[in-house]
């Protein structure tokens, strides 16, 4: 099967630093590539969408200055974390999409971040 | 606009038995994909059955099966012969709008007592 892998798995940063987590497509190519967040018990929101090539597009109130994402290859997609705050302390999940029939996703083992 | 609704937030099933999670979706797309994942507390989304709005037949995969219903917009996973390690947060998503997004619902925690 699809194998996307994500780095890092857990990541500790202080306070108005960045953070660079990097979604990688082991097998396959993804044109597509999507990035979610997570809050502790609750559901995966999507915050954007990678496009190779083209510019991310980014659901409704994610801020694109704070989350930036390169998707500079078809088997490479990076988030940054911006000054970086204790709220944006969440699991972030990347996922890359096959151009099988069923246009399935197949997500990464997600990132812990945690802002001190 | 796309919406999974899962109303049971946490369900309980002993060994061996089946247990029904149950997914409503809201949808005006006429082509569109349904997904369940099962993710464990390891934080990893694990693919486990789809079905598509086309398809006549329910999906089936393993111990999993998705009972569509189509009229009624549900799409609910039955996981037959439970096993311990069945226990995770199991998401129900909707894939449409030019199958682009994955919108999920939020969640339903299932635990397998032995």
């Known amino acids: 099967g699809a194998v996307v892998s994500q780095h890092p798995s857990r990541v500790i940063c202080k306070s108005g630093t960045s953070v660079k987590i990097e979604c990688r497509s082991l097998d396959f190519q993804a044109t597509t590539m999507f990035w979610y967040r997570q809050f502790p018990k609750q559901s995966l929101m999507l915050m954007a969408t990678s496009n190779e090539g083209s510019k991310a597009t980014y659901e409704q109130g994610v801020e694109k200055d704070k989350f930036l994402i390169n998707h500079a290859s078809l088997t490479l997609s990076t988030l940054t974390v911006t000054s970086a705050h204790p709220e944006d302390s969440s699991f972030y999940i990347c996922?890359?999409?096959?151009?099988?029939?069923?246009?399935?996703?197949?997500f990464g083992p997600g990132t812990r971040l945690t802002v001190t | 606009a796309q919406k999974i609704t899962q109303t049971q937030p946490g369900m309980f099933v002993q060994e061996k038995e089946a247990v029904t999670l149950d997914c409503t979706y809201d949808t005006s797309d006429q082509s569109y994909g349904l997904f369940w994942y099962k993710q464990p507390s390891s934080g990893e989304m694990i693919f486990l059955i789809y079905?598509?709005?086309?398809?006549?037949q329910n999906a089936t995969e393993g111990r999993y099966s998705l009972n569509f219903q189509k009229a009624r917009k549900s799409a609910n996973l039955v996981i037959s012969a439970s096993q311990l390690g069945d226990s995770a947060m199991y998401f129900c998503?909707?894939?449409?709008?030019?199958?682009?997004?994955?919108?999920f619902g939020a969640g339903t925690r299932l635990a397998v007592h032995p």
């Open positions: 079905q598509g709005s086309y398809d006549e």
């Open positions: 998503a909707i894939l449409s709008g030019g199958y682009n997004k994955l919108i």
């Open positions: 996922s890359a999409r096959d151009r099988g029939p069923t246009y399935e996703q197949y």
